[in-house]
């Protein structure tokens, strides 16, 4: 993980760099106000004369940069720090503005520097040689105090020890502050990054979950849509293929076929209709057809109408499934019965339901090709083990060692009631 001190902050806006001017032009002109006021009532730093010119221009130059101050904030505290040293040493520096100006361009060191560890240590020396100017003028001041310059000191301490705490006590606290509100405006600017970072991460997750949830919903249909047609066109196709071969010499078995052929249509036909209307409503979740191990009879008669022979058997006590494990086992059961329909040439299948202690197992079996036939490794199969899957169950397909094919399946007995909380 990176470390703080890594994250640079972006630079001032066009508006920001507006307002630094802006402000710089009136402290300026307070600056150079206020000196001309000081000088005409007699008020100087040191007592010494100096020109007007020479206060002025040192006025100006610890001002000026403050319009660089978040765009530049290294360069400007250098600059600021010398200009106000340079005035102390002159004798020629105002101490109102001047004192505002260092302890602005400290913050703004803190608070915009590009390295903040750059600028971190540079604060650090600034207010170092801030002190150690403020000893030697001490040093060079003790000399030209008199002896009775403090007539009416009444403390216990001496006064001149308590001017000399007193003004390092107030350097301290307004130095601290300028470099405590300078690395907090930085470490707020900081967690505003972080949180736009983590907001944007946000937003790319949330839209690739949404195609990853469309994705998923697209093959869902597609599963439902490929168990509702593939099945009830099948059987049409052999209905019909029958149908063809009787016409001219058994009427009545010609009539069934094709009668089949038409239910199994009207069937499919209406299947679609449920999906597409609930496709087509934006403002309720999409319910496809469902239908249960209960109806796994119904399909196997219609597949018996299609000529062949069907099995049925179901072993050990029956219990309430949740609709998804349902469902599940009837999709598997119709796909594989498609299969030994469509593809297999099979003419008998055997579907047995076994009620086992913790799973409930589907074994579908043919008479066909087996492994010879189309379509294995097709859409059904793979819808086949992607329902499976979301169920965490295990699915075997391969040849029976007598010949044919076989599907078997085994799925979760997960109560009703968990399912339905979990979803």
Not at 19 to 37: G, T
Request: aromatic share 6%.
């Amino acid at each position: 993980m990176r470390s703080l001190d890594d994250w640079q902050r972006p630079g001032p806006t066009p508006r920001q760099r507006r307002n630094d001017l802006v402000i710089a032009l009136v402290v300026l002109a307070a600056a150079l106000l206020y000196v001309m006021l000081a000088r005409s009532v007699g008020q100087f730093v040191w007592g010494v004369e100096r020109s007007a010119a020479e206060h002025l221009a040192f006025a100006f130059a610890i001002c000026v940069p403050l319009v660089w101050r978040r765009s530049h904030p290294d360069l400007v505290l250098v600059i600021t720090a010398v200009v106000f040293i340079a005035g102390q040493v002159r004798e020629a520096q105002e101490i109102q503005f001047a004192s505002g100006t260092i302890f602005a361009a400290i913050y703004a060191a803190g608070a915009w520097g590009p390295d903040h560890g750059r600028s971190r240590w540079l604060r650090v020396a600034v207010i170092g040689a801030m002190f150690g100017w403020l000893a030697v003028a001490w040093l060079i001041a003790v000399d030209r105090i008199p002896a009775d310059a403090f007539p009416d000191g009444t403390g216990e301490l001496p006064p001149l020890l308590s001017a000399l705490v007193s003004q390092v006590l107030v350097n301290v606290a307004l130095f601290g502050f300028a470099y405590f509100f300078g690395e907090t405006a930085w470490l707020s600017a900081r967690r505003e990054a972080v949180l736009v970072e983590q907001t944007e991460q946000l937003r790319v997750a949330r839209a690739a979950a949404e195609e990853r949830a469309v994705v998923t919903e697209r093959l869902r249909i597609a599963r439902e849509l490929h168990d509702v047609v593939a099945h009830h066109v099948s059987v049409m196709g052999i209905q019909a293929s029958a149908a063809r071969r009787a016409m001219e010499r058994d009427t009545a078995t010609a009539r069934d076929a094709l009668t089949a052929v038409e239910d199994g249509a009207r069937t499919a036909v209406d299947e679609l209709h449920r999906m597409l209307g609930a496709l087509r409503t934006a403002d309720e979740p999409v319910s496809t057809p469902t239908a249960g191990v209960d109806r796994v009879e119904e399909l196997l008669d219609r597949v018996r109408e299609a000529g062949l022979t069907a099995e049925f058997a179901i072993f050990g006590d029956a219990v309430p499934l949740p609709e998804s494990t349902s469902q599940a086992a009837y999709r598997i059961v119709q796909e594989a019965v498609t299969n030994a329909l469509k593809h297999a040439g099979a003419s008998t299948v055997d579907v047995r339901l076994r009620y086992l202690a913790r799973e409930l197992e589907i074994d579908v079996a043919d008479d066909g090709r087996g492994a010879t036939r189309a379509g294995e490794g097709g859409m059904g199969l793979v819808g086949m083990r992607e329902r499976v899957a979301l169920l965490g169950g295990a699915v075997e397909t391969g040849n029976r060692s007598a010949g044919g094919y076989r599907v078997r399946a085994r799925l979760p007995l997960i109560p009703a009631q968990r399912v339905g909380a979990s979803s």
